[in-house]
């Protein structure tokens, strides 16, 4: 059992940039590799980027690859999702997610959620 708050949304102009966290509590952190999805109004929740167990290895969706960063602090309990360059399009409720699987990509694939954190890019 894990519990996940995301924190750090917030409005900015195009081009700025925003660091989201998700503090996680409940059953060992280090234990699943995470993920960062977003919807926006309108659309699927989509994936953006994972991060392994051990915190070296990420992927990202090809939209924000080059952008966004993300990176785990096991020993706090949390991950974060470093967004730069941002665009209006990258508009959405952000969520974290905690997976059993490595390399997971899809909704049914994480077990543990969020309850989001908006993200507002103007141009």
């Known amino acids: 059992q894990v519990q996940l708050v995301e924190s750090g949304g917030g409005s900015v102009q195009a081009g700025g940039s925003l660091r989201l966290s998700c503090a996680a509590s409940?059953?060992?952190?280090?234990?699943?590799?995470m993920g960062w999805f977003r919807q926006a109004p309108g659309k699927e929740r989509e994936f953006v980027g994972g991060i392994s167990r051990p915190g070296i290895v990420t992927y990202y969706t090809d939209s924000v690859r080059g952008r966004f960063t993300a990176s785990r602090d096991n020993a706090k309990n949390t991950v974060y999702l470093q967004m730069n360059s941002l665009k209006p399009e990258d508009t959405a409720a952000y969520y974290c997610?905690?997976?059993?699987?490595?390399?997971?990509?899809?909704?049914?694939?994480?077990?543990?959620w969020g309850q989001g954190t908006q993200v507002t890019v103007s141009s």
């Open positions: 409940g059953r060992t952190f280090s234990s699943y590799a």
């Open positions: 997610a905690a997976s059993s699987r490595s390399g997971a990509r899809e909704v049914g694939e994480y077990t543990y």
